[in-house]
């Protein structure tokens, strides 16, 4: 199957107009997947705008992304801020071309920084099936635990979507941290990341698609653009052949378990 990374400058738009960027990019381009950056339906730099646009799972933003996959045959990840009660969770839908909800996840870890006290933390993997591959969901933060990216890989997953709003700050996250992921769970990794400013937050950009063996299928630079790539699920199976680490880790868990004790 065919997947697209859409890094995006929305800095300053509307939920409408940052929709209308997304299918203006894809229009005519041939994929089955497309990924948008962490809460990229009311930007993540946008202090109290992220609670006034949040909306519940099934709201107008997620029925105009229904209409642009829909339109453009391919399914859409995107970040979102998501209003359950008197709750708000950082979330990632993915919407199938069909316009059917495939998966909704809620960002398990919460960082330091702005999204204190704003978001609730998720309790749970996210999971679906697209084109035969098994897709798990993870946002930013999650991703940089080795044990969140293990435990999807250990339940099936062949590939790992990270939306995310990684600063210039943390550019050993997008060059050496979400490669190492792939290549330690032998899995494709889909980074999208934000670019430009948006208020006194500087994006880093780099978005990228790893294959299994942790190296760049593409990579964005700091500007706005879509990147693609072929995922293949014999490679995930080729990559995990040649490095059984998941086989090896059931014989190494007592040794480390005796040691800690």
């Not at 299928?217 to 080729?238: I, K, N």
Request: charged share 20%; hydrophobic share 40%; with cysteine.
């Amino acid at each position: 199957m065919k997947a697209a990374v859409f890094q995006s400058d929305g800095a300053g738009l509307t939920p409408a107009q940052r929709l209308d960027r997304l299918a203006t990019t894809i229009d005519g381009v041939d994929c089955d997947l497309v990924v948008c950056p962490e809460l990229f339906m009311s930007g993540y730099n946008t202090g109290d705008k992220r609670s006034e646009l949040a909306e519940t799972l099934d709201g107008p933003f997620s029925r105009a992304v229904a209409k642009v996959a829909h339109q453009n045959h391919t399914a859409i990840v995107y970040g979102y801020p998501e209003r359950e009660g008197d709750r708000i969770f950082n979330s990632a839908c993915c919407i199938a071309a069909d316009g059917a909800r495939l998966a909704n996840h809620r960002k398990l870890a919460i960082p330091p920084g702005i999204e204190m006290g704003q978001f609730e933390p998720g309790s749970s993997l996210t999971f679906f099936d697209l084109g035969g591959i098994r897709f798990s969901i993870l946002i930013c933060y999650d991703a940089e635990f080795p044990e969140a990216v293990r435990a999807a890989c250990c339940l099936g997953a062949q590939a790992v979507i990270v939306p995310t709003a990684l600063s210039d700050q943390w550019d050993q996250v997008a060059h050496r941290v979400i490669p190492a992921r792939a290549f330690e769970n032998g899995c494709y990794l889909l980074y999208a990341n934000h670019s430009g400013t948006e208020g006194e937050l500087n994006y880093l950009g780099c978005s990228c698609i790893i294959g299994p063996d942790g190296r760049d299928l593409a990579r964005a630079s700091a500007d706005g653009e879509l990147l693609t790539g072929q995922l293949l699920w014999e490679h995930v199976t080729e990559a995990r052949t040649r490095l059984p680490y998941f086989r090896d880790l059931k014989d190494l868990k007592p040794r480390l378990a005796s040691r800690l004790n």
